[in-house]
């Protein structure tokens, strides 16, 4: 029973395509084989991370700032910003640049879309993870127009048995112009 449900995980990981994930040696050594149910626990928690990713940009769409800023560990940091690099620290900082500098009433109806997850898991409770992004705003004709995209650069800690955000490094390609 256990070897079919690791089949069936395994089946499905491999049909989602849009996802990858790796894992580090942590060091020279060769690898020691992993057991079904440890090679199980890596495919649920690179699921986990890319279901973070998702969660991130749908929570942004919704402008639900305290979902938002729940995703982020308690020390848990975001770097990027359009005017240049800005940091904030913990969920309460977090959330509440959320709220003032992305209310409902800045682009409505936008959205983001997410791609190219590539998930890394550097220990038990640590990983690593690089994708694109792009947010789509209405234009002019009310069509879809993409404002800005780029990627983003995690890292991840597993708090209280759930994956976080530790550190979110958001980047524009190209970059914004300096003023």
């Not at 913990?90 to 879309?113: C, E, L, N, Q």
């Not at 983003?152 to 980047?171: A, L, Q």
Request: proline letters at 5%; aromatic letters at 12%.
């Amino acid at each position: 029973m256990k070897m079919q449900k690791y089949v069936a995980v395994c089946a499905l990981a491999l049909t989602m395509g849009a996802a990858s994930w790796t894992v580090q040696a942590q060091n020279a050594k060769p690898a020691k084989k992993l057991t079904v149910e440890q090679r199980l626990q890596r495919l649920e928690d690179a699921d986990a991370i890319r279901e973070l990713l998702v969660a991130y940009g749908k929570n942004f769409d919704k402008r639900d700032a305290q979902a938002y800023g729940d995703l982020f560990a308690k020390d848990g940091e975001w770097v990027g910003g359009a005017q240049g690099i800005q940091s904030y620290k913990g969920p309460d900082a977090i959330r509440d640049m959320v709220a003032k500098a992305y209310p409902p009433t800045v682009f409505p109806g936008s959205y983001h879309i997410m791609s190219n997850f590539n998930v890394t898991l550097t220990g038990q409770d640590t990983a690593t993870a690089w994708s694109r992004w792009a947010f789509v705003v209405n234009g002019i004709h009310n069509e879809p127009v993409i404002f800005r995209g780029g990627r983003y650069d995690d890292e991840f800690i597993r708090e209280n048995g759930v994956w976080k955000f530790k550190k979110r490094v958001v980047s524009s390609d190209p970059p914004p112009a300096a003023k």
